[in-house]
């Protein structure tokens, strides 16, 4: 049934999203707030801190200002119990602790690079927001946050979005979803790596250059526009786009 995603729109749309500012954060106007932008700050400032044995000359590795940005542009701001400034400092201890150990030989085969993604977003859920439900904000943040694994958002939408799509598996924790999810884009992968890739515009030369490399040699243009079809395909069902949207217990706020 993947044949029914429109992804040339979900291409188009993903594009607007690169480029255009989050209507929905303070002026509307805000360049921080194009997926371009985000894709710097905080995989970019992950990058940096990593260049710099892991230290920020005594600040936050990621500001609470741009984890404050992404929950706006992911919907998530209906979270009570985990401000961004919290998610912020517990952050840091989960990068230094997760992710530095593992960043100078990241797993190159798809098993592996599963596997740590699986690893990382139960393990986010637990550090940074509390418990396991949370799996629905750690996926939105290390969607953006890393890259290189293949993260997968995960809300009530996506999951409406694969029962209509004819993959109505037993989900039980993000290891189940993030397996059907992979089902689900193998099979319209192909068509997703005909479909261009935009080019980064926001940062300096060296920041542009660090995305532009990132785009060329892994899939996360593949699965940002595989993601705008899944959103698509519910936005237009009875469910709605509320369905992406989250509180602290997984539901709608």
Same mark, same amino acid.
């Given at each position: 049934?993947?044949?029914?995603?429109?992804?040339?729109?979900?291409?188009?749309?993903?594009?607007?999203?690169?480029?255009?500012?989050?209507?929905?954060?303070?002026?509307?106007?805000?360049?921080?707030?194009?997926?371009?932008? *985000?894709?710097? @700050?905080?995989?970019?400032?992950?990058?940096?801190?990593?260049?710099?044995?892991? #230290?920020? =000359?005594? +600040? %936050? $590795?990621?500001?609470?200002?741009?984890?404050?940005?992404?929950?706006?542009?992911?919907?998530?701001?209906?979270?009570?119990?985990?401000?961004?400034?919290?998610?912020?400092?517990?952050?840091?201890?989960?990068?230094?602790?997760?992710?530095?150990?593992?960043?100078?030989?990241?797993?190159?085969?798809?098993?592996?690079?599963?596997?740590?993604?699986?690893?990382?977003?139960?393990?986010?859920?637990?550090?940074?927001?509390?418990?396991?439900?949370?799996?629905?904000?750690?996926?939105?943040? *290390?969607?953006? @946050?890393?890259?290189?694994?293949?993260?997968?958002?995960?809300?009530?939408?996506? #999951?409406? =979005?694969? +029962? %209509? $799509?004819?993959?109505?598996?037993?989900?039980?924790?993000?290891?189940?979803?993030?397996?059907?999810?992979?089902?689900?884009?193998?099979?319209?992968?192909?068509?997703?790596?005909?479909?261009?890739?935009?080019?980064?515009?926001?940062?300096?030369?060296?920041?542009?250059?660090?995305?532009?490399?990132?785009?060329?040699?892994?899939?996360?243009?593949?699965?940002?526009?595989?993601?705008?079809?899944?959103?698509?395909?519910?936005?237009?069902?009875?469910?709605?786009?509320?369905?992406?949207?989250?509180?602290?217990?997984?539901?709608?706020?």
């Amino acid at each position: 049934m993947t044949n029914v995603l429109d992804l040339k729109q979900a291409h188009a749309d993903a594009l607007a999203r690169w480029q255009t500012p989050y209507r929905g954060f303070a002026s509307g106007g805000d360049s921080r707030t194009t997926e371009n932008a *985000l894709l710097v @700050l905080t995989y970019g400032g992950l990058a940096h801190a990593a260049a710099h044995d892991w #230290l920020n =000359a005594g +600040r %936050r $590795l990621i500001d609470k200002t741009y984890v404050d940005m992404l929950w706006h542009v992911q919907q998530l701001t209906r979270w009570r119990t985990r401000r961004p400034e919290q998610v912020a400092a517990d952050l840091d201890d989960f990068i230094r602790r997760r992710i530095a150990p593992k960043w100078p030989a990241l797993p190159t085969d798809d098993a592996g690079r599963r596997a740590l993604a699986e690893e990382w977003v139960e393990a986010a859920a637990r550090e940074c927001f509390g418990s396991r439900v949370s799996e629905l904000g750690a996926s939105r943040l *290390l969607f953006f @946050l890393c890259p290189m694994v293949p993260v997968f958002n995960l809300s009530r939408g996506h #999951l409406a =979005a694969l +029962r %209509r $799509l004819g993959h109505d598996v037993p989900v039980t924790n993000y290891a189940d979803y993030a397996r059907a999810m992979h089902a689900t884009y193998a099979e319209v992968l192909p068509r997703l790596r005909a479909l261009s890739r935009p080019v980064a515009a926001y940062g300096d030369p060296t920041q542009r250059a660090a995305i532009d490399g990132l785009l060329a040699t892994g899939d996360w243009w593949e699965r940002r526009v595989f993601d705008v079809s899944l959103r698509a395909l519910v936005d237009d069902s009875s469910e709605g786009e509320r369905w992406f949207a989250c509180d602290d217990s997984g539901g709608l706020g």
